[in-house]
């Protein structure tokens, strides 16, 4: 005799989800705008030097993550508005976000502290060589990479708290042993 099919989770839980998930998309969109634009042109001894975000590898890395993490949390979306609209959940999604969540929320958690850690390094050091005060261009432009990897920060909170409601979703399923 096969077990009885589990029971979808409740309506505030489905709700709580797909709140979540439409924030962390949220957080992820903005930081890809953020650190997509970021750009500073510098004057330095009558020579222009124009710095993008792209020049430096730790926000090359930190955009890579959340696009990447955009992609899952639109998947996730789709899937959740599914589930929410039927009541019911396919039994592969249950794995799908476990995994998924854990994985994604790792990625957007180095990505944001490549941005903080570059920030941070990269500003005293071009603050100290080109003489600038605080509020010159190059302090707007890591002013741009702390947001990015703030807002990249929250949307690795968002997931992971995800992350523990699929956990225990899984973990009420009961075992198929085939």
Do not use: C, E, W
């Not at 509020?135 to 990249?152: E, I, Q």
Request: proline residues 5%.
């Amino acid at each position: 005799m096969a077990p009885p099919p589990p029971s979808p989770p409740s309506v505030m839980l489905r709700t709580v989800l797909l709140l979540l998930r439409v924030l962390t998309a949220a957080f992820l969109v903005i930081t890809v705008a953020l650190v997509s634009t970021n750009t500073v042109t510098l004057d330095i001894q009558g020579t222009s030097i124009k710095m993008h975000f792209n020049d430096v590898y730790a926000y090359r890395y930190m955009l890579a993550a959340t696009v990447i993490g955009l992609g899952y949390a639109v998947v996730q979306l789709v899937f959740t508005i599914s589930q929410f609209a039927t009541g019911t959940i396919h039994p592969f999604n249950y794995l799908f976000s476990f995994y998924g969540d854990k994985i994604i929320s790792y990625l957007l958690a180095t990505g944001s502290a490549a941005g903080f850690g570059v920030s941070k390094d990269l500003k005293d050091t071009y603050l100290a060589l080109i003489d600038f005060d605080s509020t010159d261009p190059v302090d707007n432009f890591f002013s741009k990479g702390y947001a990015s990897a703030s807002l990249l920060l929250f949307a690795f909170v968002s997931l992971a708290v995800l992350s523990v409601f699929s956990s225990l979703v899984l973990s009420k399923r009961p075992i198929q042993v085939s």
